[in-house]
């Protein structure tokens, strides 16, 4: 077929199974939307670029497929830098296709001139730079097939203006069948005998096997051998919170039992998780007295931070999949269980009402599970909020929740709504949102108003960027130095900024119209609705291990250590 | 710190080298030589480095970091054979 590079880029995409790209067009990329306007590839213009790479994330996140972004070069490509960077954190398998200077001025510090490649060379898993039209389809499958196989992550295609302009011929690309790591069947069977011989095992799920589509396996996995399971931040879903063996998350803001669990293992079964600063606190006092058995499909991971007793390298499903196969039998838990199900009943989550009479943050993200249910998808920004959505809201399923875990990307909630509703447009989407994340990304809502993506969007509003806040009230004597957003007096007014955007805007103050304003925002299906809930800017989230701590002094409250207090 | 000597092929591909180096600067890993030659077969390069690394960080570690970019064909620790090399 005769075509141009831009054609066979777009034909290209068509052919691996792209059915949406989140973009923006410029001089540089402009060749590539001439064939893309007759595509039935469809384009969601987005009003910054990132969020055109946080929607793709979100997209990926909530379907399993490769996510999809598009800008031009130079500053259309630098704001791609901050989602690439959060995808390679987080393992999301996403494409970003940038246009480039024309290939006889790369390197003259050309008009819009950025050198992408090399910006992006540590956050990305591969990028490519394409000189020759004919090779576009071939890159456009490797691309596809590096971001969603092995350890996925984010890929750059770098295509130059004339090469996308030059004519060619389209061949279609052969699509690889991807391989999977053979696993050990001599490390499988070392597991299995640690698993049989262990007195106090915790499965440490981590967001791998969200990503292997492995939750089928873990749910069989743990009944079979009635060992207790945590999730990380990015694992939130992997396994029923409605579970009896579900301990919760572990980690500075975990749950006192999963803490507890992970600190007084004599095994961890470590499944698709890297042993996060997040989940370990002070490495050298993390589960002190445990043997590790670390299976990640990326051998790097194995042993980076905490030594492996048995690594196995593989897919999680696979590994769950050979576990359940030569586990015959369960052991006997019971002292264990004893131990953590004290643990539970005297520590479950909670929260007091702010003294000053304002709504409790917690009781409305409680609420919003309740009422939003969990088919419903989450996604959050960063910080206080975050902390509460992965705790008070429970989840029942993989890809529910879907939050900026390893980078931090405060803004990540809104754009990522945006593409998981582009990817699943018959489940309700509420992005959890703090009233500082919300400022930074929150133009995409128009984008969502046009194109007819109807969010929800759920703001936390304390007034304050609320982690940090929290930070100075424990740690730097209630200094709040350059924290108070101004929000609280409508700097700006969420509601009316709602209205401008194309959106139903909401505002909610005291407990008794919690319930009616979610109800009344879920009622809305044409439009994207934003509640500005206002809230105490004094509400912590607990428990917490503070920074540089280990894990034994956790506080299921200010000054409450039960771990710490339990070996006096 | 410890000194180590490894030997790499990768495809002769743009950008292979920068993505080797920016490795070892994001990971912390100091190089003290380098050399890059055309490798016995046309498509691929030699690199032969001698880095050293910080307390607590391994050679495996890094040899696994260093498998995983796509234009690294092969990574082998050749410390032991460079000190028999120099009489060591």
New interface residues.
């Given amino acids: 077929m005769d075509t141009t590079g831009a054609g066979a880029l777009i034909k290209a995409l068509e052919d691996v199974g792209c059915e949406v790209i989140f973009g923006m067009p410029g001089g540089a990329i402009l060749p590539a939307y001439d064939p893309l306007f007759d595509s039935k590839i469809r384009h969601v213009l987005v009003r910054h670029e990132q969020g055109a790479g946080h929607a793709a994330q979100g997209y990926a996140q909530a379907t399993g497929r490769v996510g999809v972004c598009m800008a031009t070069s130079g500053p259309g490509a630098t704001n791609l830098v901050t989602p690439l960077a959060d995808a390679y954190m987080d393992s999301v398998p996403i494409v970003a296709i940038t246009g480039q200077v024309a290939r006889s001025v790369i390197g003259t510090d050309a008009f819009q001139e950025a050198d992408i490649?090399?910006i992006t060379?540590?956050i990305t898993?591969?990028?490519f730079?394409v000189h020759d039209p004919a090779d576009i389809p071939r890159v456009i499958a490797e691309a596809f097939l590096?971001a969603s196989t092995?350890?996925p992550g984010p890929v750059l295609v770098d295509l130059p203006k004339d090469v996308l302009a030059t004519a060619t011929t389209y061949t279609p690309p052969k699509l690889a069948t991807p391989s999977r790591p053979v696993l050990s069947p001599v490390q499988i069977r070392n597991a299995a005998q640690l698993i049989g011989s262990s007195k106090r095992p915790v499965f440490y799920i981590g967001g791998g096997v969200i990503r292997s589509g492995a939750a089928q396996e873990l749910h069989k996995l743990a009944e079979k051998t009635g060992i207790p399971v945590v999730t990380t931040l990015m694992a939130r879903g992997a396994f029923p919170d409605s579970h009896p063996l579900h301990l919760g998350m572990p980690g500075m803001h975990g749950t006192v039992p999963a803490v507890a669990a992970l600190q007084r293992a004599d095994l961890l079964i470590a499944l698709g998780t890297r042993f996060d600063d997040r989940v370990t606190g002070l490495l050298p006092e993390f589960a002190p007295h445990a043997a590790v058995i670390h299976a990640d499909i990326?051998?790097?991971e194995?042993?980076?931070n905490r030594k492996a007793d048995v690594g196995i390298v593989g897919d999680c499903r696979d590994v769950m999949a050979a576990l359940s196969a030569v586990i015959t039998r369960k052991t006997d838990l019971t002292d264990w269980w004893n131990y953590l199900g004290g643990l539970r009943a005297t520590y479950p989550l909670g929260y007091d009402w702010p003294a000053d009479g304002m709504l409790a943050p917690q009781y409305v993200i409680e609420r919003l599970s309740r009422l939003a249910g969990p088919e419903a998808i989450y996604t959050a920004g960063v910080g206080q909020h975050q902390m509460w959505a992965a705790q008070y809201v429970k989840y029942e399923r993989p890809g529910s929740f879907i939050n900026s875990g390893g980078a931090g990307t405060m803004g990540f909630a809104v754009p990522a709504a945006m593409g998981a509703q582009a990817g699943a447009p018959d489940r309700t989407v509420w992005a959890i949102d703090g009233d500082g994340c919300f400022q930074m990304t929150n133009q995409e809502l128009a984008t969502c108003a046009a194109e007819g993506i109807p969010i929800k969007v759920a703001i936390i509003n304390n007034g304050n960027l609320g982690m940090v806040r929290q930070w100075q009230t424990l740690f730097y004597e209630g200094r709040y130095s350059n924290t108070r957003l101004g929000t609280h007096q409508r700097h700006p007014d969420f509601v009316k900024l709602a209205d401008a955007l194309g959106c139903v805007g909401l505002r909610c103050d005291s407990q008794s119209e919690v319930d009616g304003t979610i109800l009344e925002a879920m009622a809305v299906h044409d439009r994207p609705v934003v509640v500005d809930f206002v809230v105490g800017q004094d509400a912590q989230v607990w428990p917490m291990v503070a920074a540089g701590t280990g894990n034994d002094e956790v506080m299921a409250a200010r000054g409450i250590r039960p771990l710490f207090d339990e070996e006096e | 710190m410890t000194r180590h000597s490894l030997s790499l092929l990768l495809r002769n591909e743009p950008g292979a080298l920068a993505r080797i180096v920016v490795l070892f600067s994001s990971r912390g890993v100091d190089v003290e030589s380098l050399s890059l030659a055309p490798a016995e077969r046309g498509d691929l390069s030699r690199l032969d480095v001698v880095v050293e690394l910080q307390p607590g960080r391994t050679i495996v570690q890094l040899i696994k970091q260093l498998g995983r970019v796509v234009d690294v064909k092969s990574v082998v620790d050749r410390t032991h054979d460079e000190a028999i090399e120099l009489g060591a």
């Fill in positions: 490649r090399s060379l540590p898993k591969h990028s730079q590096l092995g350890r990326d051998p790097a194995i042993s980076k």
